[in-house]
Structure formats: C-alpha cells, structure tokens
C-alpha cells in the first residue's frame, strides 16, 4: 500500500502530495488520526484528504485508514521470493506459502471495494434479467475461467466459459446488451482475449476484467478488477496470480449468492446435493 502512494505521488495534484507525505512520514499515526488534523497538518482542506484516498484507489477515507491500519500493523511485508534450482523441498514449501499468504493480506488491504460492488451488481443484474454470464480465459486462467463456471452455474446462472480463442470470439459476436462477459488473464497482454472483451464490448454486454494493473486488458473493460502479484515466469509458472485470480471469482460469487438469497438458492443445491449421493460410496 506504501508503494502505491509512494508510485502514485507525481500524478497527484500539490495539495493531494502534501496529504500523502504525511501519511508515508508516519503511516501508523496517519491511520489513527481524525481528518480535521490530517488536513490541518497536511496545509489542506478536509474535502482534499478524502480526494487524496480516491485518487490512490480508495473508497474514502474510512476505507484508506481501514487498509493502512492492516498494512503496518500486521508485520507481513509483500515481499516475492523466487524459487531457485537448488531449493530444497522445504524451501520451495515455505516460498510458495508465504508468497501466497503476502499477496492475499496485500490484496485484502489495497482492493478497491467499488471495483468489487460495480462487478457484483453488473453481474447480479444479468442474473436478474435472465441474461447470459460467459467467462474466457487461456492456459492457466482458462483454468480460473472453467472454476467460475462451476461455481456459478450451482447459483441458477446461464453461464458458461470458453478457454479457446476462436470460441470466444463467435461468442462474444453473440452477446447482447443486458448479457455479462468476465475476462481472466494474468499479463492483460493476450490478443484473442482482448480481441473477444472488444467485440462483447461493441455488441453492448458489460466487460468485467480480472488482470494486472497497466496492463493493456485493464482499459479495456468497463470494469478492472485489479490482481497484481510479480512473478518471475522464466523460473515458473504463475501460481500466486491464479491463486489471486480464483479468490476474486470467490468474493464475486459468494456476494452473488448472498444478494441471490438463500430462499431462491437453498431448495436448488438441496436437490443438486441429493442427486449426487448416487454418485458417492456411502
């Protein structure tokens, strides 16, 4: 989170750069203190302290202190730590672990809330108006892509994903306004999956991508949903982005579920439950 504002700081207005120099000189006492003296510390108006934690990607100030206090009081840096040839077995264990437990507590504390609510809603709405949820991805988020049909289709949604460039091409050509697309890639840079947001997108379906920040897929929806982790992919696959990837397709359909209600959902899994008990040894 420091990074973001440190990162962020030469695109900020004067004002807006004072606000956030105050927070990295004493993020701990930032998070504790009442905006009438942040803005009067920082030489700015209240109303400038709050613009100050929209413009680095928060909801307001409640949530920029709420994510900070998490940041450094936790004593989990984000730090990435490579995998390399001679690593012992242990050594790979703990690598992976902790790689993955720091890119979820940064994920926690950085996530944009609003992001998340304008999915949930684009994706609650198409539900709602018996409109279609596709979901593409290739290679590994094509894997992320096929678990988001699985846990989507048990809420009652007509979706469904496509892992293969042309398929998701002819379907996007398909799609209508009211229909929802869900695009998953780690880089943002692959072709067939921006040539397939860019057609859903042409023909009136709401974009929701799940990609990197920067990357050229992150402009390319109406909705980014940001999942950046570094990773050196000339060792090893991308395993934390995945990891990333399927937390994201879990908060966005655990939500669904929850706005769906358990009145409408209960009787369908209770039935999906008791027609598979043939399907297991007792």
Do not use: W
């Not at 701990?28 to 934690?53: G, M, N, Q």
């Amino acid at each position: 989170m420091l990074d973001r504002i440190q990162a962020a700081l030469p695109s900020l207005a004067p004002a807006e750069q004072r606000v956030g120099k105050l927070c990295l000189a004493d993020p701990r006492t930032f998070a504790k203190l009442p905006v009438s003296i942040l803005a009067d510390r920082s030489h700015v108006s209240k109303p400038t302290v709050v613009r100050f934690c929209r413009s680095v990607g928060y909801d307001g100030l409640a949530d920029f202190k709420r994510k900070l206090a998490g940041t450094v009081n936790e004593g989990v840096p984000f730090i990435h730590r490579s995998v390399d040839t001679d690593d012992k077995t242990s050594d790979v264990m703990v690598k992976v672990v902790d790689n993955t437990v720091a890119a979820f507590l940064k994920y926690r504390n950085e996530a944009s809330t609003i992001a998340l609510e304008k999915a949930i809603a684009a994706l609650l709405a198409a539900y709602q108006g018996k409109h279609r949820i596709l979901f593409f991805g290739v290679g590994n988020s094509g894997v992320v892509a096929q678990d988001a049909h699985h846990k989507f289709f048990r809420l009652g949604v007509n979706t469904v994903s496509y892992s293969d460039g042309h398929m998701q091409v002819m379907s996007a050509s398909a799609l209508e306004p009211g229909d929802c697309v869900v695009v998953i890639s780690n880089s943002g840079r692959t072709r067939d999956l921006m040539d397939a947001c860019d057609i859903a997108r042409k023909n009136g379906a709401t974009t929701i991508v799940i990609t990197a920040s920067g990357s050229p897929l992150a402009s390319a929806g109406h909705i980014h949903l940001s999942a950046d982790h570094p990773e050196s992919f000339d060792k090893y696959s991308p395993m934390v982005s995945r990891l990333l990837h399927l937390m994201i397709i879990d908060i966005l359909a655990t939500c669904m579920a929850l706005r769906i209600g358990g009145d409408t959902l209960q009787p369908l899994l209770r039935e999906m439950k008791s027609n598979l008990r043939s399907k297991r040894y007792t």
